[in-house]
């Protein structure tokens, strides 16, 4: 069973900046590609950015050119760098596998922007 830990989260004004850190367990992770996720209040879970397992991106429209996702397999750990932070932004952040999110999904990061 694949152990997800999310962390990096927390408050941050409008324009500021966060890191995101996702830590998988197993040897898998090398094998798959990997997402970010993220869940407002009331909304349903949705899609923000993923990497393949050789580096190529690609991202939600609502946060092209402000987050940079990235990963580290020596480490089984993949990144999320959020720049330009907006109050839309505000929401629980959560990786995956990317396509086919694995069943079990770790606690999330909470980020929340505000001033």
């Known amino acids: 069973q694949v152990h997800l830990v999310e962390s990096g989260g927390g408050l941050v004004q409008p324009g500021g900046s966060l890191r995101l850190s996702c830590a998988a367990s197993?040897?898998?992770?090398?094998?798959?590609?990997m997402g970010w996720y993220r869940q407002a209040p009331g909304n349903q879970r949705e899609y923000v950015a993923f990497?393949?397992?050789?580096?190529?991106?690609n991202y939600a429209d609502s946060v092209k050119d402000r987050f940079t996702i990235s990963r580290d397999n020596a480490h089984n750990t993949v990144y999320l760098q959020m720049n330009s932070l907006e109050p839309e932004d505000t929401a629980v952040y959560y990786c995956?596998?990317?396509?086919?999110?694995?069943?079990?999904w770790g606690q999330g990061t909470q980020v929340t922007v505000s001033s």
């Open positions: 990497i393949t397992r050789g580096g190529s991106t």
């Open positions: 197993g040897s898998i992770f090398g094998t798959n590609g």
């Open positions: 995956n596998r990317f396509p086919s999110p694995w069943p079990s």
